[in-house]
């Protein structure tokens, strides 16, 4: 059974930072996309940030510059840096593994900005 778990959410003031962090076997991390998603309450779920196996990036107009996704092959880690935090990034953070129809999703974990 796949397993993503996320790790670093929580509580920060605006213009504050954040890391999330999302661990997963080698057999999916070494092969799959990897992304981040946001879901604000009564949203739907959006592409925040995705790092390809390779090393390629790509990021929501809203966050780049802010944001900044890595990959800890060593670990088999994804990470998000979250800098320059603003109210409206407040959501839940969904980490995500995809190659080709197969997706797979982390239990989400909770970033709140507040003002």
């Known amino acids: 059974q796949v397993q993503l778990v996320e790790s670093g959410g929580g509580l920060v003031q605006t213009g504050g930072s954040l890391r999330l962090s999302c661990a997963t076997s080698?057999?999916?991390?070494?092969?799959?996309?990897m992304g981040w998603y946001l879901q604000a309450p009564g949203k739907q779920r959006e592409l925040v940030a995705a790092?390809?196996?390779?090393?390629?990036?790509t990021y929501a107009d809203s966050v780049k510059g802010r944001f900044t996704i890595s990959r800890d092959n060593a670990k088999n880690t994804v990470h998000l840096q979250m800098n320059s935090l603003k109210p409206e990034d407040t959501a839940v953070y969904y980490c995500?593994?995809?190659?080709?129809?197969?997706?797979?999703w982390g239990q989400g974990t909770q970033v709140t900005v507040s003002s």
């Open positions: 995500n593994a995809k190659k080709f129809a197969r997706v797979y």
């Open positions: 080698g057999s999916i991390f070494n092969f799959y996309t």
């Open positions: 790092i390809t196996s390779g090393g390629s990036t």
